[in-house]
């Protein structure tokens, strides 16, 4: 098992910037990736970020390349998302997931293929 604590969420300003944090605890060794996804009530969540844990090779949907950074830190077992550059359409539930397979650059994006999710952080940027 892997338990997945999301923090860092909040109120920000259009233009503004926040970082959440993702720690991980349990069987942590199993994770093969670790993502980031979002949700807006009445639609489907949807791919954020990933990480690979052993290379830190990294993934971004299009919407947000140039202005989110995921990142990790083994040690810690956390991982983080920074997001710059906030717009409203960024508001929503953030999720952290982590996976145990390899994934491709396909299956990345899909959220079957997490097994452990977070209870998610709110995100919530103002116009």
């Known amino acids: 098992q892997v338990q997945l604590v999301e923090s860092g969420g909040g109120l920000v300003q259009a233009g503004g910037s926040l970082r959440l944090s993702c720690a991980a605890s349990?069987?942590?060794?199993?994770?093969?990736?670790m993502g980031w996804f979002r949700q807006v009530p009445g639609k489907e969540r949807e791919f954020v970020a990933t990480?690979?844990?052993?290379?830190?090779?990294?993934y971004y949907t299009d919407s947000v390349k140039g202005r989110f950074t995921i990142s990790r830190d083994n040690a810690k077992n956390t991982v983080y998302l920074q997001m710059n550059s906030l717009k409203p359409e960024d508001t929503a539930v953030y999720y952290c997931?982590?996976?145990?397979?390899?994934?491709?650059?396909?299956?990345?994006?899909?959220?079957?293929?997490?097994?452990?999710w977070g209870q998610g952080t709110q995100v919530t940027v103002s116009s």
């Open positions: 990480i690979r844990t052993d290379t830190g090779t990294t």
């Open positions: 997931a982590a996976a145990t397979s390899v994934l491709s650059t396909v299956t990345m994006r899909m959220l079957t293929r997490y097994y452990y």
């Open positions: 349990g069987r942590t060794f199993s994770a093969n990736s």
